[in-house]
């Protein structure tokens, strides 16, 4: 699990410089200039997020199994991530009342994701994989109230319908067989 471990520390590490070190990051940016600050940014957290990838998918054929949760979470799996998909979907669009209400709803989006996945996957890897991302996501949400973000204000009537028919509708696919394609296992064995 070294490769998911040294994967998640690099990916969610370069995410956790505005909340750790604000006044560093800053500063790199005004010596580096924005166009090459975001560059190292983006190369970061693509070797972090191909570490995740190859790490999780070596950790996950090794791994021990910590808990084996009842079939029934599956679903509720299911369904949350069904929700997980329409609220990213809403982080993407002008702001409706669902981005309004998840006031940071790519966040929300990575908690409800990692949450269903905790619930439906009881080894080693998942744990690890999940737990991290759900921790990250609960104390970026709590850094950008700190930082007094404004909550962002519904102006798209329209907006909220796409989210759910952009969301539902990548949730399908995913359900179908995405997921089994791009994971190597389908949601619900």
Known sequence: MIWLALGLVIFLGVHSIRMVAPGWREARIAAMGEGRW?????????VGFILIIVG?????????????PPIWLSHVALLLMALSFIVFAASQLPAGRIKQAARHPMLLAVKLWALAHLLANGDAASALLFVAFLGFAVWNRI???RR????PVATSASADLWAVVIGLAAWVLFW???HEWLIGMPPIA
């Open 38 to 46: 975001k560059g190292l940014y983006a190369l970061a957290s693509l």
């Open 56 to 68: 999780f998918g070596i950790a996950r054929t090794e791994a021990p199994i910590l808990y084996v």
């Open 143 to 145: 850094d950008v109230k």
């Open 148 to 151: 007094g973000e404004p909550d």
């Open 176 to 178: 179908w067989k995405l």
